[in-house]
């Protein structure tokens, strides 16, 4: 397919558990959600707070033209083109695609109004996409339920440039002309248009036990404690090997290996910075060095941080864990220490000492914190 002239410098942003939305967490538009909101396509839909995207709403011809504008770039328009938009938040937005010819208005043949608060229907998105983009034409009739609508060839042309796939998965065989476009759905056609990659963060789910396969611990040799610091760990192994196999290894070696009663930590970030459901907070956690480590909850990030910088989703994930149990707990972010901090070990490693010992991490994990918090679906 054609791309615009002017394309989007794409950097995929490793995003925490959840992503950007709190509305959004696995809503199938959620990776396209993402992807426009990390090139400035969207902010959110409850300014200032913008933690909401609001995907089931539908998109106004006010907001098409802000996300239109916002895709192609355009240039700021001198040209006062329509009555109706005088003082409206997209006013400048919709002055700017009117001068890049990509609506003439909604009032034809007169077209002195745009109509910004009026709800678009897929029809006339398809419509403004062809324009916005250019979509080159199709010999395809790719839908039984547009034949004889205005908006058909436009429709044609978004099937033909892979914008749309259809409004009756998995037959698609329809294109629903004249439903509203939601939001949600505008997200993923401008993520196709533009040619940028679906951006889907980790799941807030906490992988539990039995998503990894751990085996019982053994309850009676545990000793119940409770928590009242946060204390890092790293797995000192580098690995790039990472999931369900992975943990079901390290709970082997402690529980075989080493003799305890089960995984030693309470919470695992895997190098893909998914967070898995370790030994039950209730109980302290057990350690190869001297200290003790009742009041500890011990969170370990695979890898072997004395050597190997974290990942950014690591970072992200680890984060996010902090301010949910920071929270759960009630224990605040000044207690994040590492390991070496408690014993003599090299482990949490370098790297994460360096963010630990600067009052970075607890400085970041408090500001997610302050922003809402983060709600983990912990089992
Ligand atoms: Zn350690």
Redesign the pocket.
Known sequence: MRLPALALSVMLLVLPPGGSFTDDDGDTHEGGIEAIAGVGITAGCNPPANDRFCPDSSVTRGQMAAFISRARQLADSREDFFTDDSGDVFERSINKIAAAGITVGCNPPVNDRFCPDRPMTRGEMAAMMVRAFALPASRGDHFVDDDGSIFESAIDRVALAGVTVGCNPPVNDRFCPSALITRGQMATFLTRALGLAPNRPPALTVVSREGWGAVAPRLAEMTPHTIDRLTI??A?TQTGVTGPGQIRGWQDWHMNGQGWPDLAYHIVVGVDGRIYEGRDPAFRGD?G?TYDTTGHLLV?VEGNFEVEQPTAAQLASLKSVLAWASERYDVTPNTIS???DHAA?L??GRHLETLIHSGQLADDVQRLIDSGGVDLIWP
């Open positions: 760990h790293h000192g350690t060095t370990v590492g390991h070496g070990t482990c949490p």
